[in-house]
Structures are given as C-alpha cells and as structure tokens.
C-alpha cells in the first residue's frame, strides 16, 4: 500500500519569498514521486516528476523537488515566490511496478501576498 | 493532440435525474481514471481502466455510479439516481500504463445537483 501525505494545506508566502511545500510519503518500494498544479477551475497537469535517476528533480516554472530516501520526503521548493504560483499543488506516489494506480496527497493551497 | 476531452463542462441536474459525464482520453494512453475532487474528501479515485477493461472499482461510491470504456478513446461515467451529496468537480484522467509517466487530466466536468 502507498499514501501520501502533504502537511499544511494552505501555505502562505509573500512575493519573492522562498516556497516550500512539503510532501511525505509511505511505500513498501522506493515509488516514483509527482508534483502537480491546479489552477482554479482547471484541471491537474505536472509540475515535475522524480522516476529514480537524479535525486534533485526540476521543473516548469522554476519548481524543483529533491527525493530523500531516509526522510520519505519529496518537498516542492520555488526560490522566489510570484503571485501567479497561487494555486492547489498536490503530491503524488506511484508504485514502480503493478497497476502504477497514482495516489495523491490531499493538496496544499499556496497564497502569495504582494 | 488536444489533451483529454471532457464534457460537460458544467452540469446542473435536479435530484433524481440520470447524469452522464463524457471523456475521450489521448490517443495512445491505455489507462483512465476518473477522480471526484471535493473540498471534504479531496481528490477521490472512483474507478481505473487498462486497456478498456475496469481494473479497479472500489472507490465508486454506490451502485448508483457506474462507468464504461467501450473503447479506447472514449468512457463514461453515470450516475443513476443523482443526489445533492454528488454534486463535485469530476476529473477524467489518462496515462501510458507504466509507472514513470504522468497522469494527464482533463478540465473536469462541475456537477451541481440540486
């Protein structure tokens, strides 16, 4: 069984400040790990996607992700926060084998104030 | 290709009236999924299908849900009688069946039954 967990679900940051969303997991087998966005009255599309090569996964929008084995982590982390990152991002775990059925977090909303 | 396809995007129905929520997932992608998103329960895997054929099941809520692939490029979802407690946002999904690719969503269909 696999689950994801996502702590906080509303992040608030103020533009150009540092983004941190955070995303553990629980897996019988080391998974393969996605970021998504929502944007309102839109559907999910990804972010990035960690697949077991390198560990620090980037992405669209200036987004990157670092897988951390000991931890069970996959945080989500912008250098500099811009108001049109305001949205609901939501972790995800697949298995690497199986019905590769994704699992996702319950999502972290991210405020940006001006 | 255009992405997955869904329709409508917008539906409000009277309680008891049959719905039927439409999707045509990206030509190629053996797997769909349809999700229910609701603020209380988050994003909801109701039913998975691999090459047409359901999968998993488990998470339609009651026999009045049901879903059908009857080929590859298109599936539905319905829902017979309707109830207020229905009314969500219903996210189609579509992936290549293995574990290092996305999910790519549609733009969901807003359900409203009142």
């Known amino acids: 069984a696999q689950s994801v967990t996502q702590l906080g679900s509303h992040v608030s940051v103020s533009e150009g400040a540092l983004v941190l969303l955070r995303c553990n997991y629980s897996?019988?087998?080391?998974?393969?790990l996605f970021w998504y966005v929502q944007y309102p009255n839109q559907g999910l599309q990804l972010l990035l996607k960690y697949t077991s090569a390198a560990t620090l996964v980037k992405g669209i929008n200036g987004f990157e992700a670092e897988f951390k084995k000991s931890e069970t982590s996959f945080h989500l982390t912008k250098p500099s926060a811009h108001m049109s990152d305001a949205a609901e991002y939501f972790c995800?775990?697949?298995?690497?084998?199986?019905?590769?059925?994704?699992?996702f977090g319950r999502g972290t909303s991210l405020i940006v104030h001006p | 290709d255009a992405g997955v396809i869904q329709s409508p995007r917008h539906e409000v129905t009277e309680m008891g009236q049959e719905v039927t929520l439409r999707c045509k997932p990206i030509?190629?992608?053996?797997?769909l999924f349809w999700y229910r998103q609701t603020m209380m329960r988050g994003l909801e895997l109701l039913i998975y299908?691999?090459?047409?054929?359901?999968?998993?099941d488990s998470g339609m809520p009651e026999d009045r849900f049901s879903a059908k692939m009857p080929n590859a490029s298109f599936s539905t979802l319905k829902i017979q009688p309707s109830e207020p407690r229905d009314s969500a946002v219903y996210f189609c999904?579509?992936?290549?069946?293995?574990?290092?690719?996305?999910?790519?969503f549609g733009q969901g269909t807003r359900l409203t039954v009142v």
């Open positions: 299908f691999n090459n047409n054929v359901p999968i998993d």
């Open positions: 995800a775990v697949s298995p690497p084998w199986g019905s590769y059925i994704p699992t």
């Open positions: 030509s190629g992608h053996n797997s």
């Open positions: 999904a579509s992936k290549q069946t293995s574990g290092n690719t996305e999910a790519f």
């Open positions: 897996s019988s087998v080391p998974p393969y």
